[in-house]
């Protein structure tokens, strides 16, 4: 018996709750419930981040965390709950399957049977923003060698698993060959443990593309946050609906299992919310803590219920459905069907499954690492970099030298061109002189004499080398 964390949430959340664990019992789940509330109350009731301590304390006792759509009230800094558990717990690993339902559900794409698997803590989504001068923001861009591993094993292992014939890998790092060049490059080297699956990367924009319009091309899709995040998305949506889709958050210790789709207030209380998303969630918590025989018996008579034409109102057609029903109506036609199958889908085949246990990261041995330059920032309202030249240039002397200057990452110093356009945002590169390593004394030097010079300094980034090998991007044009 497994005691579960559950929180009705907010708009169409209880009624969808309620649906999911009476089908979840009548299937003979072996779940104890423990209730916590989060969302529009508690945010309102003065607490920004939507959840009590109390409530953290029984999610991280029980681990497991099933959780129905909540409103985040507008204005008033409210945090995000949904972002704020997954950072919390660690949960690093966002699992979306997207199957179409054709022809119960309208598609363009019958035969599509798709799952997205999203790194969900890092990337641009670690929030971190500054504004640097007047005309520009930044926004930084964390990947890191311990999340690359983590979520590019859990998809080989999801795949082995779910018997599952290929893996793909969706990055940008024929622009980002830093950040996208280690995810993609972790990819190839964890790939290698598992040669009887198909692999293969695919450039993010072209890759996109491709799964719009021929989705059936792909199987299992691994991505970095930020590009998981939308094209799941599409993903959902050109299966037919976003509403029927789930998703599990997973982490080395908690889990969290949900619908993808919102609270939907103006539907509440009115018995016609469709619980399918959140079901879907709940199969994939089943799976999740072993019960893959329970998850494999909701999945079919779910299954069989769609395609006996027993819809609710969101998916239901004249000419192809058969009777529209509540919500509590299609919860009791699935309790109905409980232990029969499906017989034009697919059936499910789960039973006899093991929770995915991965090795936790091992931190590498540290590499030899060098200082060899660094990039100072600079705000300067002049628009001619062969002027910023000289003024920063009077930083240069012996030792050290300015190289290259940048505009949006476009080299525009030396031989820059007229038909650039500059902002007020300049990166100046300065390397030795002598091509020796740097030390920061000399950086601190080098900050020293611009203030001096009256030159407004936004922030300075190191540039090293790992084991010989330069560890920074090159001036675009360089």
């Not at 339902?101 to 019958?110: E, R």
């Not at 591993?149 to 940008?172: D, G, H, L, S």
């Not at 931190?363 to 030249?389: M, N, Y």
Request: one cysteine or more; hydrophobic letters at 35%; proline letters at 4%.
């Amino acid at each position: 018996m497994t005691t579960i964390t559950v929180a009705k949430g907010d708009g169409i959340g209880p009624e969808i709750m309620d649906a999911t664990l009476r089908i979840l019992f009548a299937a003979g789940a072996k779940i104890n419930v423990e209730e916590v509330e989060v969302g529009e109350k508690v945010y309102l009731a003065g607490n920004t981040a939507g959840i009590a301590k109390s409530s953290w304390d029984i999610i991280r006792k029980n681990k497991i965390f099933l959780k129905a759509p909540i409103t985040t009230p507008q204005g008033g800094g409210y945090k995000s709950l949904n972002v704020t558990t997954r950072k919390f717990l660690g949960l690093y690993a966002n699992i979306r399957p997207c199957m179409s339902l054709h022809p119960f559900v309208k598609t363009k794409h019958p035969v599509m049977d798709i799952v997205i698997i999203r790194e969900n803590e890092e990337d641009l989504y670690a929030g971190i923003e500054h504004q640097q001068t007047d005309e520009v923001v930044q926004c930084l861009k964390l990947i890191s060698r311990p999340g690359c591993e983590k979520i590019v094993r859990y998809a080989f292992e999801y795949a082995r698993a779910y018997n599952r014939k290929k893996v793909t890998c969706f990055t940008k790092d024929n622009i980002m060959k830093q950040t996208d060049g280690l995810f993609h490059q972790v990819f190839d080297e964890i790939g290698k443990e598992y040669p009887e699956i198909e692999q293969e990367h695919w450039i993010i924009d072209i890759g996109a593309a491709k799964l719009a319009d021929t989705p059936e091309a792909f199987d299992v899709i691994v991505m970095p946050n930020l590009y998981g995040d939308v094209l799941s998305d599409v993903a959902a949506q050109i299966t037919g609906s976003v509403g029927l889709a789930g998703s599990a958050n997973i982490g080395e210790e908690c889990a969290m299992f949900e619908a993808i789709h919102g609270s939907a207030p103006k539907r509440a209380g009115q018995n016609v919310a469709n619980p399918s998303g959140l079901l879907q969630g709940a199969i994939m918590m089943l799976n999740h803590i072993g019960q893959s025989d329970i998850a494999e018996k909701v999945q079919n008579a779910w299954l069989r219920t769609i395609e006996e034409g027993k819809h609710t109102n969101d998916i239901y057609k004249e000419g192809v459905s058969k009777q529209k029903l509540s919500t509590s109506g299609f919860a009791d036609a699935i309790i109905e069907n409980l232990g029969k199958k499906p017989t034009l889908f697919h059936e499910a085949v789960y039973a006899g499954g093991k929770p995915l246990q991965l090795p936790a990261y091992k931190r590498k041995t540290a590499q030899k690492k060098e200082l060899i330059g660094t990039d100072i920032f600079v705000h300067w309202s002049g628009t001619d970099p062969d002027e910023l030249a000289k003024k920063i240039g009077k930083l240069s002397n012996n030792q050290v030298e300015l190289t290259m200057i940048t505009n949006r990452g476009i080299k525009v110093w030396p031989d820059g061109f007229s038909e650039t356009f500059c902002t007020d945002h300049w990166r100046c590169r300065f390397k030795t002189s002598n091509g020796t390593n740097m030390d920061k004394k000399q950086i601190i030097e080098l900050l020293r004499i611009a203030e001096q010079e009256g030159i407004d300094t936004i922030k300075t980034e190191n540039l090293y080398s790992f084991e010989g090998r330069h560890a920074f991007s090159l001036g675009q044009g360089q």
